[in-house]
């Protein structure tokens, strides 16, 4: 079952990405080919409409947009290469373009629906399932030495004069710092929808210009289910969408800088192997986590389009960029080759990645 999402998750969005690529290129007078759904070979024909061919292939894994010149020939005029620089990267931007707006409709929608969100005090009482969670862990701090992890909902915390049970985040830090007293604190933490139990020692010297607090070092916040109102939900997602693609992007480029550096963790790179086991969490904790965790990989397919490297949008714009500031055509020989080359590359890294995903599971 989880490989079935993950295949219907990841035909979605790419059948998202190359439908910015069609729209822009026939708005742009370019003749679209073909728009096929899956990957050939061809299983059947299902329409031809405006010289677009519309068919369905025999590879389920997403589908393409095949435009008249994209590899650089001359043709009709209405071919990708007849056409000026500024179309050509519309046409090669729309894709990542869609999978942003993609992204921004999947969390406004959840939003609007209701999804687990941080609440605002006023919101508190609206929510059945309000839980205080942990948003933040001071490194070295009693929470990090007792396992808590962001994320964590804290369910209730117990000490020998009492349980503390109430969704109010001043209460819970002022219960950490006055009622504990520094004596051990068990906590009842829910976490990716199973609970345990861990024990933490609140202290002194744990937050820096309050050495006298006796704290555990973490920053909470209190997250529940308030459905947004229509007009707000839009609002809201878009900035959890930029936040988002902010952390994809700075994330993304730290590791290609370690690479330089030789210092990238490829224990932290997941492939397909490795989401089909989030996708199972994301299921397991129902809709609104499953429609979430699929707008976080249409954000990242965007931004892993926008790579500056052969044989995707990234690489290709980046030709067309050379060729509007050196005012002269890349040899369509050399460009096909340079991006065979880079979907060559690309596909062993997808089998390492895939092999360390296997390794990763049965060890």
């Known amino acids: 079952m989880q490989i079935v999402l993950l295949v219907v998750i990841l035909v979605a969005l790419i059948l998202v990405h190359e439908i910015g690529h069609f729209i822009v290129a026939k708005l742009s007078g370019m003749r679209v080919e073909e728009f096929g759904i899956g990957y050939p070979p061809r299983a059947l024909t299902m329409a031809k409409i405006g010289g677009t061919e519309y068919t369905l292939n025999w590879l389920p894994f997403g589908g393409f947009v095949k435009i008249e010149g994209e590899d650089g020939e001359r043709g009709s005029g209405r071919a990708f290469a007849d056409k000026n620089r500024f179309l050509q990267a519309l046409v090669l931007i729309a894709g990542v373009a869609m999978n942003l707006l993609f992204a921004w409709l999947l969390i406004s929608g959840s939003l609007f629906v209701g999804t687990p969100r941080a609440l605002e005090n006023s919101e508190i009482p609206q929510a059945k399932d309000a839980i205080i969670t942990v948003s933040d862990i001071l490194p070295g701090s009693p929470a990090e030495d007792a396992g ?13 004069t009492g349980t503390f049970t109430t969704s109010d985040p001043k209460e819970f830090t002022d219960y950490i710092a006055k009622d504990t007293k520094g004596t051990p604190v068990t906590f009842d933490i829910r976490r990716d929808g199973q609970e345990m139990i861990l024990s933490a020692i609140p202290a002194k010297n744990t937050i820096p210009g309050q050495p006298d607090r006796v704290a555990l070092g973490i920053g909470v916040a209190v997250v529940g289910t308030v459905p947004l109102p229509f007009y707000e939900a839009p609002i809201l997602g878009a900035e959890y969408t930029w936040e988002l693609t902010k952390e994809a992007a700075v994330g993304l480029a730290h590791f290609f800088a370690s690479i330089f550096t030789f210092s990238a963790d490829f224990s932290q790179v997941m492939g397909p192997i490795g989401i089909v086991s989030v996708v199972g969490v994301a299921s397991k904790a129902g809709l609104p986590a499953l429609v979430l965790l699929t707008a976080s990989i249409s ?34 020989n050399i460009a096909g080759t340079v991006n065979t080359v880079g979907f060559g590359l690309l596909i062993i890294l997808m089998i390492a990645v895939s092999g360390h995903d296997i390794w990763k599971l049965i060890h």
């Open 148 to 160: 808590l992890k962001i994320g964590d909902g804290i369910v209730k915390a117990i000490t020998p």
């Open 299 to 332: 954000i990242s397919l965007a931004i892993i389009n926008l790579i500056p490297i052969p044989a995707v949008d990234g690489g290709r714009l980046l030709f067309v960029i050379i060729e509007s500031i050196t005012r002269r055509r890349i040899n369509p």
